[in-house]
């Protein structure tokens, strides 16, 4: 079944500790896209990869980093995270320009 | 920056209405245009693509139009069912590769 895979799908954790969100697609698209929603401000692109090694930042991405080694893989890494990081996070990818988007199911991130 | 606006946020009808709901955006220079669906706390689901150069897309019940020009999309939802209640996202793929910009949405009720 042609998806993207988000995990984990929630994660609770401490101000401050390192953590990773995995992002996986079985499509062969060449982009993908971080964003987060949050009540009252809808969804907000943290970063976005056009390629393997070819990354850019979005609208929101101070805290954030991701990196794109494979084609079919997109992290992302919160290296200190702060409650202000709390949100639902949605990972999603394109086959080309012209493509529409499909979305992962989501990881509702609270850090306390 | 491109800015995406939905009317309205919140709707509310009976079963069996037909309903229009609105995006607009403020840059025509767009690859194309997508419209998903949001249940609470879940991911998003795609409902129709418009590409550019497209005036309208179609999938049962659901049409999508597209005037680029003027910076308007419109999603008609014919014979409105209990089932089509959630939130409905106009998402615009902008000039600039890879960026995607949403609405904050229409939060739809649809009461028996």
């Known amino acids: 079944e042609a998806q993207v895979t988000q995990n984990p799908r929630y994660l609770i954790t401490v101000t401050g500790k390192k953590l990773t969100v995995t992002c996986s697609q079985n499509m062969n698209h060449e982009y993908m896209s971080w964003y987060r929603q949050d009540p009252g401000l809808g969804l907000r692109q943290i970063y976005y990869?056009?390629?393997?090694?070819?990354?850019d930042k979005g609208d929101v991405p101070e805290g954030y980093k991701v990196s794109r080694k494979e084609k079919r893989n997109f992290p992302l890494i919160l290296e200190s995270p702060s409650p202000n990081q709390t949100s639902l996070y949605f990972c999603?990818?394109?086959?080309?320009?012209?493509?529409?988007?499909?979305f992962g199911s989501g990881t509702r991130l609270t850090v306390v | 920056k491109q800015e995406v606006t939905q009317i309205p946020a919140a709707l509310s009808v009976p079963e069996g209405e037909n309903l229009v709901l609105n995006c607009s955006f403020t840059?025509?220079?767009?690859?194309?245009l997508q419209w998903f669906r949001q249940d609470p706390g879940k991911g998003l689901t795609s409902l129709l693509l418009i590409q550019s150069s497209q005036r309208e897309q179609t999938s049962g019940r659901l049409n999508a139009s597209l005037d680029k020009s003027s910076g308007r999309s419109t999603l008609y939802i014919a014979a409105s069912q209990p089932g089509d209640s959630a939130t409905y996202l106009c998402a615009v793929k902008g000039s600039t590769l890879g960026r995607l910009y949403f609405g904050r949405g229409t939060q739809l009720t649809v009461w028996p």
């Open positions: 840059d025509s220079a767009i690859y194309n």
């Open positions: 999603a990818s394109s086959l080309s320009v012209g493509g529409g988007y499909t």
């Open positions: 990869s056009m390629n393997v090694e070819v990354t």
